[in-house]
C-alpha cells in the first residue's frame, strides 16, 4: 500500500496501481479516454494529464502510465492540469469530422461526452481540416473503419494484441497522416472482431450488422446472459418497440471482461427469425386456452405411466424446476430426462465452449438424467403414448435417430421458440419465450448462476414462458402447489427446496452473478490474463 | 345588496317592440346588401377559389433535394428523435457516396399523427427537411395514403418558396460534403 | 248518383289530397329558404355544393340529401319506452299539422260548365273553431314524445313546450275572438270573401282593403307573436335547448321518425302563414280587386296576373344571372351553365307572360280563359302573401334571441292575455258606436 495525496485529500491505495486508477477508486473525476481497464496502458492521448509534486516543482505528466509512489501528491484541479486537459482534447478533436448526426456512435461517443463534460470551446482551427480519406473502408467480417474518426488511441489494437493475440490491426505512416489499419492479406475476422466496435471510443470502427440500423439513444438496455453457449458472458440486450437490434458485452470482471465472441454477439437475429407464432393442434392453428384444454382433456385419460418428458439445457432454471415438479406430482419423475442430441461445437481457449447450451450445469443442479438412454429406449420400445418435449429439437439435430426414437408415440407434444423440425413433427406445438422475453436464471459452465431480465414483450399474448406453461397445464391437470405468478417468483419457491441455491431470491443474485458450489465442466476464461483490474466499474469502458 | 336595473327594461322596451323592429331592420339590411351585391360576400369558395398563405406558413413538409436530385437528407433520426408525436418513421442504408455515408431508405411520415410542430425542422442540421409547402388539405381516403413516403416528400421543384427566405442555422460544417451554404 | 252530387265528391277529394300535398311540398321549400335566409342575414352563402348532376338548385339539393340521409338512418326505438305511443307521437304531430290547412280557401269558386268549383277542401260551419281546436291537439304529439321517450331531458323538453303551448293558446284564441266579433262569422270562406272589399268605418269607406290587419291591428299581433309561440319557434323554441335539454322531446327519435318532427315544425308554420294570411290579410284576395269585379272586367286577371309574373319573373331571373356572372370564374359545365339556364327559363316566362298580356288585350280571349285565370291569380296572390310570412318566420328566428323560460311566461299571461282582453272590449265599443 503506498499512501498518496491527490488534491490535497491524503489517501491509501495499493501498490502498482496507476494515478488515474488511484483517482477513480477514490472518487476524483480525472477524464480519460484511451485507457481501457481491461487493456495494457498506451498513454497516448494525453487527457488524463494531472500534476505531480517533483523536485522541480509540480510537473504535468499523464496519470494512467504513472504508477503510484509512496508520498506522491497529485493535483488533477489546478489552472495548469486543467488547460493541458482541454488543450488534449482539443487536439484529438482539430481533425476529427463534426459528422455527430452521421456516426453511428454518436450518443455513447466518449469523444462527444467528453468534449460535453471537459471541452465546451470555441472552435479555433484556422486553417482548413486536414481530410485523412478512408470514410467506410471495409477491414474484417463485421467491422467497418472509417479513418477520419479515429483518434488513434490503439485500443483496438492493444485488444486484437492481447485478447485473440491475432494482430491483425497495426499503425501506419507518421504525423497527422497515421492510420490505423489492417496488415496486407489480413483481416478482421478473428473471432472476437465485434468487440473492437464496443472500445473504439469514437465512430471509427462500426459493426456491420448494426450500422445505419439504429439511432442509440432509441436503445432500450435489459441485462441478460448470453444464451449461445455455456460460458454464459453477460451481456445487455438494446432493444426498440419489440425488435432487438444488438447484444453488448455487459462489465464481468470474474467472467468474461468487456468483452464476448462474435457468435454470440451475432445470436439476436436467431431469436427473432423463424418464430413459432401460434399455437398448432394437428394441422389447424389455435389459442392457448383452447390447446391447454385440448391438452389436459387428452392426459386426463390416461394413467401417469404413459407420459415422458424430454427437458433441455436451453431453458431457463425456472422451466425445468417446474416440469420437474409437474412429472414429480403429476406423472412419474423417471419418466423424465434431458438428453442431449446435438453436436458439440467449436471451442477455444479464451471464452467459447463446446456445448452450445446455456444450462447443462443448470441441469445437473435440478438432478436431471443428462443422457437419458434409458428413457430414450423405452420411448422407443413404445412404452408411452405422449411425449412431452420442451425446449429441446431432437428432430431439427438427429432427424433419423429422433423418427426412430418417437415412432411409435401417439401424441408428441412440443414447446418451441423456433418453427422446428420438431414442430412439424409434433402433434400439438406451443409457442414459449426466448430468454431476451422472460425473466430467468441460467447456471453456467463454472458453476455460475446468473440472472437475466426480460427485455421485450412478444406482440402475441399465446407466447408464454414455458414454466408458465407447465403451470397452467398443471392446473388444468388438477394438480396443487402450482402457485406461481412469473419466473421470480418460481425461482424463489425453487430456492427454498434446491440445496445449493439456499437463501437466495430471483433479485438477490449479484448482477455477477454467484458460484454454486458444483462441479465445474469447463475451466475459468482468459487463461494468462490480469484477473482483476486495478479499477472495475468506475472507469469508462 | 344593491340592485342593478337592466338598461331599456322599462316602460314601452318591456314589450321588446321597438328591440324587436331594430333587429329586424338590422338584419334585413345585410339581406338586402348581400342580395343585390354578393360580391361583397366575405366567403372564399374554398376548392375552387384559395386564398393565398402568408409566406411563413408552416405548411406540409418536404424533403430538399441536392443538384443531382439525391435525397438532402442523410437519416440521421435528429428530426425523428425530436418528434413529440412520434410520427417520423426512418430506415437508413449505406449512401454509395462514402463522403455522404447514410441515406434513407425509407422516410415515413405519418400525417395522421404530425401535431405540425416544426421540430423535425428545426432538429435538421441540413436543412433537408422543411415545412413550407403551403398546402392546409392534407386529406385522404385511407390511414395509409396519409403516410407519406420518402419518393412523395421529395416530389417538388427544390426552390424555395419564398425567395431568399434563410432561416438562421447553425454552422455544423465548414467544409466537406454537408457544409452549410 | 247525382252528377252535381259527384262533381261535389271528386272536388271535395282533389282538394283534400291537395290541401296535405301544398304544405308537404312546401316544407323542403321552406327549409332551403331557413338555410339561405340564414345565411344571407348572417352574410354567408349557404348551402350551395349538394348536386344532382351538377344541378344545385341553389342549394335545394341539399333537402334531398338530407331525405337520402334521414331515411337511411337506423330507426332506433330505445329500450324501455313506451313503444305505442313513442310511434304515435311523430305521426300524431305530422298529421295534426297538416290538418287545419283543409278549411283554407286558396281562391274563389269558379263556376264552370254549371258546376260550383270549391277551391276548399271543407267549409265547415265552424272554420276558424277547427283550426284552433286541432292546433290545439298539436301539443299532444309533443307531450307523447317526450314522455314516451323516458328520457328526463325529452320530458323536460315537452313539459316546457306544452305548457308554452297552453299559455299561448289562451291569447290566441282571444285574439281571434277580435276578428270574429268585426268579421260576424267563423266560416273561412265568408272570412275570405268579407275581407274583398274596402274597408268602410262609420259609414265611410277608406282606401283600404277590409283587412283583418287594418280592423284588428293588436290582435293581428297578438295573434303573429301567439303563432310564433304556437309553432314553438324562436324566439320561443324552448323546447329545444342544446345547453340545457340537449335535443328537447325529440332526442330520442331517429332516422323516419325524427324527419317527420322536423317536418311537422315546418309544416305547422306553413300552416300558420296560411292561417294569417287568410284571416288578417284577406287570403286569397287580390287588394283592390275583388272577385266580382275580376269577373266582370275579363281583361283586369289577365294583366294582374302578366304583371306580377314579368315583376318576379324579372326580379328572380336578374339574380339568377347576377349570380352566374358573380360565379362564372369560379366553375366550368354544368355548373357554370346552370344560374344562366335558370335565368333565361325566368326570362322565358317574362317574355311569354308580355306575350299573353299584348295576345290578351289586343285580340281578347276566349270566353271560359279568364275564368280560370282568377283563381289562378288569387292562388298566386295567396302564395305571395303565405311567402312573406314564411319569410317572417324565418327572418325573426335569425334575429332574435330566445326568451328565457320566465321571460316567456311572464309575456304570455301577464303582457299578451290582457292586452288580447283589451283588445275585445275596445273592439266591442268600437262595434257598439259603429252601430
Not at chain 1, 471537459?118 to 481530410?131: A, E, I, M, T, W
Not at chain 3, 297538416?98 to 276548399?120: D, K, T
Request: net charge neutral; with cysteine.
Amino acid at each position: 500500500m503506498a499512501k498518496i495525496t491527490i488534491d490535497g485529500k491524503p489517501m491509501e491505495v495499493a501498490d502498482g496501481t496507476n494515478v488515474l486508477e488511484a483517482c477513480l477508486s477514490n472518487s476524483v473525476h480525472l477524464e480519460h479516454f484511451c485507457y481501457h481497464p481491461y487493456l495494457p496502458v498506451a498513454g497516448n492521448c494525453r487527457t488524463c494529464m494531472v500534476e505531480i509534486e517533483g523536485p522541480k516543482g509540480p510537473m504535468l505528466t499523464i496519470g494512467c502510465n504513472t504508477k503510484v509512489a509512496e508520498g506522491m501528491v497529485i493535483h488533477t484541479d489546478t489552472p495548469k492540469a486543467k488547460t493541458a486537459q482541454k488543450s488534449a482534447l482539443e487536439m484529438l478533436l482539430l481533425d476529427h469530422p463534426l459528422d455527430c448526426p452521421v456516426c453511428d456512435k454518436a450518443g455513447e461517443c466518449k469523444l462527444q461526452n467528453q468534449y460535453m463534460e471537459y471541452g465546451l470551446y470555441d472552435f479555433r482551427r484556422g486553417v482548413p481540416r486536414y481530410f485523412k480519406g478512408g470514410k467506410a473502408e471495409d477491414i474484417g467480417e463485421h467491422v467497418m473503419l472509417d479513418q477520419e474518426r479515429c483518434v488513434l488511441c490503439t485500443r483496438c489494437i492493444r485488444f486484437v494484441d492481447e485478447i485473440p493475440k491475432s494482430s491483425e490491426l497495426g499503425i501506419v505512416s507518421r504525423g497527422h497522416e497515421s492510420k490505423i489499419t489492417i496488415f496486407p492479406d489480413v483481416r478482421l475476422d478473428n473471432a472476437y472482431s465485434g468487440n473492437v466496435t464496443d472500445i473504439c471510443p469514437v465512430g471509427a470502427l462500426t459493426l456491420k450488422e448494426f450500422r445505419f440500423k439504429q439511432r442509440v439513444w432509441f436503445l432500450k438496455k435489459a441485462e441478460s446472459v448470453c444464451h449461445g453457449c455455456a460460458r454464459g458472458c453477460n451481456i445487455t440486450v438494446e432493444h426498440n418497440r419489440g425488435r432487438i437490434y444488438r447484444f453488448m458485452p455487459r462489465e464481468n470482471a470474474e467472467l468474461n471482461k468487456t468483452w464476448i465472441c462474435d457468435e454470440g454477439r451475432f445470436s439476436f437475429n436467431y431469436f427473432q427469425e423463424n418464430r413459432l407464432e401460434e399455437v398448432r393442434l394437428g394441422h389447424a392453428t389455435s389459442n392457448l386456452s383452447d390447446g391447454i384444454a385440448q391438452l389436459a382433456n387428452l392426459l386426463k385419460d390416461l394413467s401417469p405411466d404413459d407420459v415422458a418428458g424430454i427437458a433441455s439445457p436451453t431453458g431457463a432454471l425456472e422451466d425445468l424446476y417446474v416440469m420437474k415438479k409437474l412429472f414429480e406430482k403429476r406423472f412419474r419423475l423417471k419418466n423424465l430426462a434431458a438428453p442431449f442430441w446435438g453436436k458439440p461445437g467449436d471451442e477455444d481457449k479464451i471464452l467459447k465452449l463446446a456445448d452450445k447450451t446455456p444450462n447443462t450445469q443448470g441441469l445437473n443442479l435440478l438432478g436431471f438424467d443428462t443422457e437419458g438412454k434409458d428413457l430414450l429406449s423405452r420411448i422407443e420400445k413404445g412404452e408411452f403414448k405422449v411425449v412431452l418435449i420442451a425446449h429441446n429439437n431432437p428432430f431439427g439435430q438427429d432427424e433419423e435417430r429422433a423418427k426412430k426414437v418417437f415412432a411409435k408415440v401417439k401424441a408428441l407434444i412440443v414447446l418451441s421458440v423456433h418453427k422446428t423440425k420438431t414442430v412439424e413433427a409434433g402433434s400439438m406445438a406451443f409457442p414459449v419465450r426466448t430468454f431476451i422475453e422472460k425473466n430467468g436464471t441460467f447456471v453456467n459452465a463454472t458453476s455460475r448462476l446468473q440472472r437475466f431480465r426480460q427485455a421485450v414483450e412478444p406482440e402475441n399474448p399465446d407466447i408464454v414462458e414455458a414454466s408458465l406453461w407447465m403451470v397452467r397445464l398443471a392446473k388444468a391437470l388438477g394438480a396443487t402447489g402450482f402457485d406461481f405468478e412469473d419466473s421470480p417468483s418460481v425461482f424463489n419457491a425453487m430456492a427454498k427446496e434446491v440445496g445449493a441455491l439456499q437463501g437466495l431470491t430471483f433479485n438477490k443474485i449479484p448482477a455477477t452473478g454467484k458460484v454454486l458450489d458444483l462441479k465445474p465442466l469447463a475451466a475459468e476464461p482468459f487463461p494468462g490474463v490480469k484477473a482483476q483490474p486495478n479499477v472495475s466499474g468506475k472507469a469508462k469502458v | 345588496m344593491k340592485v342593478v336595473q337592466r338598461p331599456g327594461n322599462k316602460g314601452p322596451f318591456k314589450t321588446y317592440v321597438v328591440a324587436v323592429l331594430k333587429g329586424l331592420w338590422l338584419t334585413m339590411g345585410h339581406v338586402v346588401s348581400n342580395l343585390f351585391h354578393p360580391e361583397k360576400l366575405p366567403t372564399v369558395f374554398f376548392p375552387e377559389e384559395k386564398k393565398a398563405l402568408p409566406p411563413a406558413t408552416r405548411g406540409r413538409h418536404r424533403l430538399m433535394k441536392r443538384e443531382d436530385g439525391s435525397p438532402r437528407c442523410t437519416a440521421c433520426m435528429l428530426c425523428a428523435t425530436a418528434c413529440p408525436a412520434e410520427c417520423i418513421h426512418i430506415l437508413a442504408e449505406e449512401s454509395p457516396n462514402p463522403d455522404i455515408e447514410k441515406l434513407p431508405a425509407k422516410f415515413d411520415i405519418d400525417m395522421l399523427r404530425c401535431v405540425y410542430c416544426g421540430f423535425c425542422v428545426d432538429a435538421c442540421p441540413l436543412d433537408a427537411i422543411r415545412m413550407d409547402i403551403p398546402e392546409v388539405t392534407v386529406a385522404g381516403y385511407t390511414r395509409d395514403s396519409l403516410v407519406y413516403h420518402k419518393e412523395f416528400l421529395m416530389d417538388h421543384d427544390n426552390k424555395d418558396v419564398v425567395p431568399d427566405y434563410n432561416p438562421p442555422r447553425p454552422v455544423l460544417w465548414t467544409h466537406g460534403p454537408h457544409a452549410n451554404p | 248518383m247525382d252528377p252535381n252530387q259527384t262533381c261535389t265528391l271528386i272536388n271535395i277529394a282533389v282538394m283534400t289530397v291537395l290541401m296535405w300535398l301544398i304544405p308537404l311540398q312546401f316544407v323542403p321549400f321552406f327549409i332551403w329558404l331557413e338555410r339561405k335566409g340564414s345565411a344571407i342575414i348572417q352574410d354567408r352563402v349557404g348551402p350551395n355544393r349538394t348536386g344532382i348532376l351538377g344541378f344545385r338548385l341553389f342549394g335545394m339539393v341539399q333537402n334531398f340529401a338530407d331525405v337520402v340521409k334521414l331515411v337511411m338512418k337506423e330507426n332506433i326505438v330505445p329500450a324501455n319506452v313506451n313503444r305505442f305511443y313513442f310511434m304515435l307521437a311523430p305521426f300524431w304531430a305530422m298529421t295534426v299539422s297538416l290538418l287545419p290547412l283543409l278549411v283554407v280557401p286558396l281562391a274563389a269558386p269558379l263556376e264552370m260548365a254549371g258546376h260550383s268549383i270549391r277551391f276548399q277542401a271543407a267549409d265547415l260551419g265552424v272554420g276558424v273553431l277547427f283550426i284552433l281546436s286541432i292546433t290545439s291537439m298539436g301539443v299532444f304529439g309533443i307531450i307523447l314524445a317526450g314522455w314516451s321517450s323516458n328520457n328526463k331531458f325529452s320530458l323536460l323538453g315537452s313539459l316546457r313546450s306544452s305548457a308554452q303551448m297552453i299559455s299561448y293558446e289562451l291569447s290566441m284564441g282571444l285574439s281571434m275572438v277580435g276578428l270574429l266579433m268585426v268579421y260576424q262569422d267563423v266560416r273561412m270562406s265568408v272570412i275570405v270573401e268579407t275581407q274583398g272589399r274596402l274597408l268602410t268605418a262609420w259609414g265611410h269607406a277608406l282606401p283600404l282593403p277590409n283587412w283583418g290587419i287594418f280592423l284588428q291591428p293588436v290582435g293581428f299581433l297578438l295573434f303573429l307573436v301567439a303563432a310564433f309561440a304556437e309553432t314553438n319557434r324562436n324566439p320561443f323554441d324552448l323546447a329545444e335547448g342544446e345547453s340545457e335539454l340537449v335535443a328537447g322531446f325529440h332526442l330520442e327519435y331517429s332516422s323516419v321518425k325524427f324527419s317527420l318532427f322536423f317536418m311537422a315544425e315546418y309544416a305547422n308554420m306553413v300552416v300558420a302563414a296560411f292561417v294569417i294570411a287568410t284571416l288578417f290579410l284577406g287570403g286569397y284576395q287580390v287588394p283592390f280587386a275583388s272577385t266580382q269585379e275580376l269577373q266582370a272586367d275579363p281583361k283586369l286577371a289577365l294583366v294582374l296576373l302578366c304583371c306580377t309574373l314579368v315583376l318576379l319573373k324579372g326580379l328572380a331571373g336578374v339574380f339568377f344571372y347576377k349570380r352566374g356572372v358573380q360565379q362564372k370564374h369560379l366553375y366550368t359545365g354544368v355548373k357554370q351553365a346552370e344560374p344562366f339556364l335558370f335565368a333565361g327559363l325566368c326570362f322565358a316566362v317574362v317574355v311569354a307572360a308580355l306575350g299573353l298580356m299584348g295576345y290578351g288585350l289586343t285580340a281578347g280571349l276566349p270566353a271560359g280563359v279568364n275564368g280560370v285565370l282568377i283563381p289562378v291569380l288569387q292562388l298566386l296572390c295567396l302564395l305571395l302573401k303565405v311567402l312573406f310570412f314564411c319569410w317572417l318566420f324565418v327572418w325573426v328566428r335569425w334575429t332574435l334571441p330566445r326568451f328565457r323560460y320566465d321571460q316567456l311566461m311572464k309575456m304570455g299571461w301577464k303582457l299578451m292575455l290582457p292586452l288580447a282582453l283589451l283588445n275585445l272590449l275596445v273592439t266591442g265599443v268600437l262595434l257598439l258606436t259603429q252601430k
